[in-house]
Structure formats: C-alpha cells, structure tokens
C-alpha cells in the first residue's frame, strides 16, 4: 500500500508561479515512478508530467512542456511540481500517483496503481 497527500495548491494569478508537493508512505519511495495528473472542471483527467523511480528522468505533456518541472526527492518521500507562467487553462484538480510497473512513469493513467486526493489550482485571469 501506498499513501499519497498532495498539497501546495491555492489561487494564483496569470503569469504567477505555485509549487505542488506530494507525500508518499507505505513503500519504499524510489522502487516506483510517479507522476502528476489533472482534471479541470467537466473534462477528463490528464496527465501532466511523470518522473522516473531513480534517475529523474521526465516527460511532460505539450501543454505544460517549458513551464512546469517535476522532480522528486527521495530522501524526503517527496514529489514536487513546479508551475511557472500559469494559464487559467491550467486551473483544475492536481493529482498525483504512483507507479510500479514502469520505470520511467506514463502517461496512462492506468499505469498508476495510487493515487492521491487531489489539491486545487484555481488560476484568476
């Protein structure tokens, strides 16, 4: 079992910056990849970003490629997102998960065996 507790999220501007962070317990922390997800209002859960279990190796989606950056510290059980330059666009439900089966994470969301409660981004125009 894994346990995961977004937090971080919060009411920004455009143009302004937000760090998410996800807690992990339950399992050794570097024995699976992780990635972000979100969900806007009325659309589908997409995914954001993924991070390998070890090496940090990451990949985005277009849409938040050169904005956001993904890491990870394991020494800490933690999952950050960093979001610069923030578009109402962006606004929605931010989820993180976990996953054991690849390595380098996905961009499936059912790749993911874990998955967090979500915290809310809400980006004013």
């Known amino acids: 079992q894994v346990q995961l507790v977004e937090s971080g999220g919060g009411l920004v501007q455009a143009g302004g910056s937000l760090r998410l962070s996800c807690a992990a317990s339950?399992?050794?922390?570097?024995?699976?990849?992780m990635g972000w997800f979100r969900q806007a209002p009325g659309k589908d859960r997409e995914f954001v970003a993924a991070?390998?279990?070890?090496?940090?190796?990451?990949s985005y989606a277009d849409s938040v490629k050169g904005r956001f950056a993904i890491s990870r510290d394991n020494a800490k059980n933690t999952m950050y997102l960093q979001m610069n330059s923030l578009k109402t666009e962006d606004r929605g439900v931010y989820y993180c998960?976990?996953?054991?089966?690849?390595?380098?994470?996905?961009?499936?969301?059912?790749?993911?065996?874990?998955w967090g409660q979500g915290t809310q981004v809400t980006v004013s125009s």
């Open positions: 998960a976990a996953d054991f089966r690849n390595p380098y994470g996905s961009s499936r969301m059912g790749a993911y065996d874990y």
């Open positions: 339950g399992r050794t922390f570097s024995s699976y990849a």
């Open positions: 991070i390998s279990r070890r090496t940090g190796s990451t």
